[in-house]
């Protein structure tokens, strides 16, 4: 059984800095695309960044020079390194990866509450 687990949100003042983990397991996912997703109260759920199994990496305009997403040295995790964090960044942050091939994201962490305080 495939599962995605986030780690490392919490609250933080503005202009801080969060490392959110994602461990998955249940299969190889080295040739897996790997994303964090977040959805604010009352917002559609967005795409914050993504990495796929070569390294390329993609990020919303909003979080460009602000976040970082990596893969760790274990091929079955993945992070979000957060830096100069506002209070617009508030949301639940969702790990989520896809299959070689597949036109959109096939499995789903269950999400990991992140509060910027002004």
């Known amino acids: 059984q495939v599962q995605l687990v986030e780690s490392g949100g919490g609250v933080v003042q503005a202009g801080g800095s969060l490392r959110l983990s994602c461990a998955a397991s249940?299969?190889?996912?080295?040739?897996?695309?790997m994303g964090w997703f977040r959805q604010a109260p009352g917002k559609e759920r967005e795409l914050v960044a993504a990495?796929?199994?070569?390294?390329?990496?993609h990020y919303a305009d909003s979080v460009k020079g602000r976040f970082t997403i990596s893969r760790g040295n274990a091929e079955n995790t993945v992070y979000l390194q957060m830096n100069s964090l506002k209070p617009e960044d508030t949301a639940v942050y969702y790990c989520t990866s896809h299959r070689p091939g597949s036109s959109w994201w096939d499995y789903w962490g269950q999400g990991t509450q992140v509060t910027v305080s002004s």
């Open positions: 249940g299969r190889t996912f080295r040739n897996f695309g």
């Open positions: 990495i796929t199994s070569g390294g390329s990496t």
